[in-house]
Nanobody, 122 residues
């Protein structure tokens, strides 16, 4: 069974930094897309950043220049380095994968972690 476990959330002051990590387990040999969504309180989920298997990245306009996504294919991990954090970045951050290979088969559709809370406040 595929599992995604996030870590690294917490409380940080405006202007501070946090690094989120997500480890994917469950007999996976390769992953197509990996990334992070976030869901602010009372708002809809939005894409923050994604990275494909070739390392091509995309970012939401609101985080460009502040956040950096990276992945380690050997470890099935994806990280999100968040700098210059603002109160508007407060949200539950969820890791996802889109398409993966396991046990000789290829599985489409997204899988999600449980999320980790990031609170930016003084």
């Amino acid at each position: 069974q595929v599992q995604l476990v996030e870590s690294g959330g917490g409380l940080v002051q405006p202007g501070g930094s946090l690094r989120l990590s997500c480890v994917v387990s469950g007999g996976i040999s390769s992953i197509s897309a990996m990334g992070w969504y976030r869901q602010p309180p009372g708002k809809e989920r939005e894409l923050v950043a994604s990275i494909d298997s070739a390392g091509t990245t995309t970012y939401a306009d609101s985080v460009k220049g502040r956040f950096t996504i990276s992945r380690d294919n050997a470890k099935n991990m994806v990280d999100l380095q968040m700098n210059s954090l603002k109160p508007g970045d407060t949200a539950v951050y969820l890791c996802y994968i889109g398409g993966f290979r396991s046990g000789g088969g290829y599985y489409t559709g997204q899988r999600w972690g449980q999320g980790t809370l990031v609170t930016v406040s003084s």
